[in-house]
């Protein structure tokens, strides 16, 4: 029986999407932050 | 009688007696069952044998898809004629109402399926007789557990201008055990099999019930409150 | 700023976690390097279900004790929780690709994973939709609760259902004797991720704090 081939495309490909989720909830949690940290201009309402 | 089963039958009264003299939900209802038996017949085509091995599966669906429209429309009204903060108010134990709630809705809903397989053994020449037992035995559960989740979210979205999106939405998930175990038990009993070759199923959907039931007494006094 | 510490240790560990997984971990000998995503799709799921047990007891605590952090908890656990589904989902998809030959298949595992996370996305959706704090903590509350009571009932429904279709087998994940070397990659990847989502929930939740005073 011949060995699986390598498949690193696939690694890559999931590893680089869990990057991109990753790293884009990082992003949207230091955007929110820094939105939330500016002085409220008139009464803004947040979302939880 | 207990004030607590006092609170509960008032409640299942009301809203039999409500149905009864306006006759509105219900007959869309059936008339709703009716549809759904053209639009499966349309949708999965001329293939008798195929439409033969769905059955069970399509039994299940046409009973959900009406739950969706009946059930979500539990508390209408009493949202329509201000009666919530009547139901907010009322003394003692709010698991009551939730009861009465849901013995309606299970009424109704069963009322619904009864109608729907007769017309499923009409249209597709299904000899229920013999196997109206298991089945019977098959479906009480399976809409006590749709209805127990159903009667729930219904008084949860009852209030939300999203009603008609979110209680499917958190509907449907909710019901994927109840339906793999429905179906599977349905398919059982109308190949007229014993329903202990089932036990497994069985066993499941009346622990789902249980829980789903428990869940729904303890949590429905924060459902309700305003 | 603990919290800022805590971003530093996960990025630490997530780095140790990559070495562990390509440069200590063997090459896997039945399914080759791609074998490899198991150090990414494990941990993830692992995460996922220490988020929706975290979601449970927010649940439960807010009920109990009507204090918003209790929602706080909740809210953020489940926003963690549907994203380390969702990456666990799509890198088992992308791994099942070259192993099994289709980017998805109804086995028991990945159909119970895919209707948790429809049970939670349906949280999100819920939340999205009601502006009242009180009446959103109680909604998603009771929601939350019905949902963790459900996730066993759906594995067993789920796996009795693919029991009567699928009586193949079918490769798991990860090989039935776990090598040392494996289990310790997985292991190293496991802690990264564990405190990647503390950092995450920490920050969530001081942003959800933030936002009731905005």
Request: contains cysteine; charged residues 15%.
């Amino acid at each position: 029986m011949s060995p699986m081939p390598d498949n690193w495309g696939y690694v890559l490909a999931a590893y680089g999407v869990a990057a991109v989720l990753l790293v884009g909830y990082w992003r949207y949690l230091a955007a929110r932050a820094h939105e939330l940290s500016q002085p409220v201009r008139g009464g803004r309402k947040g979302q939880a | 009688m207990t004030a607590y089963a006092r609170r509960t039958w008032i409640v299942l009264w009301k809203d039999l007696l409500t149905e009864r003299r306006s006759k509105e939900s219900l007959n869309a209802l059936l008339f709703f069952a009716l549809l759904l038996l053209f639009l499966f017949e349309f949708a999965l085509g001329p293939d008798r044998e195929r439409l033969r091995a769905a059955l069970p599966g399509l039994l299940w669906l046409g009973f959900v898809l009406s739950g969706l429209l009946g059930l979500g429309r539990s508390f209408i009204v009493e949202r329509d004629n201000d009666c919530w903060d009547g139901l907010r108010l009322t003394p003692g134990d709010k698991s009551a109402i939730y009861l009465g709630k849901l013995l309606g809705n299970c009424a109704m809903m069963l009322a619904v399926e009864a109608v729907l397989l007769g017309l499923f053994g009409v249209f597709y020449d299904l000899a229920l007789g013999p196997v109206l037992a298991p089945l019977v035995a098959v479906l009480v559960p399976g809409t006590l557990g749709l209805a127990a989740v159903a009667t729930l979210f219904a008084a949860m979205t009852a209030h939300l201008r999203a009603r008609e999106l979110l209680f499917p939405v958190l509907l449907l998930p909710a019901q994927v055990p109840l339906l793999l175990a429905a179906v599977s038990a349905t398919q059982a009993a109308l190949l007229g099999q014993p329903l202990s070759e089932v036990s497994h199923w069985m066993k499941l959907l009346i622990g789902a019930d249980v829980v789903y039931v428990v869940i729904g007494l303890l949590t429905f006094e924060f459902v309700l409150d305003a | 700023m603990t919290t800022r510490m805590l971003g530093w240790l996960a990025l630490l560990g997530l780095g140790g976690g990559l070495v562990a997984g390509f440069g200590y971990a063997p090459r896997e000998v039945a399914q080759g390097n791609v074998q490899r995503i198991m150090y990414l799709h494990v941990p993830a799921i692992l995460t996922a279900y220490l988020a929706f047990a975290l979601v449970l007891i927010g649940s439960v605590g807010y009920l109990a004790t009507r204090q918003l952090r209790w929602d706080r908890l909740a809210a953020a656990a489940a926003e963690l929780g549907v994203l380390f589904t969702g990456v666990t989902i799509i890198s088992g998809s992308i791994w099942g690709r070259p192993t099994w030959g289709v980017w998805w298949t109804w086995d028991a595992r990945l159909t119970s994973t895919a209707v948790l996370l429809l049970v939670y996305v349906g949280y999100l959706l819920l939340r999205g939709m009601v502006d009242e704090p009180d009446a959103r903590a109680r909604y998603a509350a009771v929601v939350g609760i019905l949902g963790a009571a459900n996730i066993p009932i759906v594995h067993f429904s789920v796996k009795w259902w693919r029991a009567l279709h699928q009586p193949s087998t079918i490769l798991g994940p990860e090989p039935s004797p776990i090598a040392t070397p494996i289990a310790l990659a997985l292991l190293v990847n496991w802690v990264a991720f564990t405190l990647l989502f503390a950092y995450f929930l920490a920050r969530r939740m001081a942003i959800a704090r933030l936002e009731e005073h905005a």
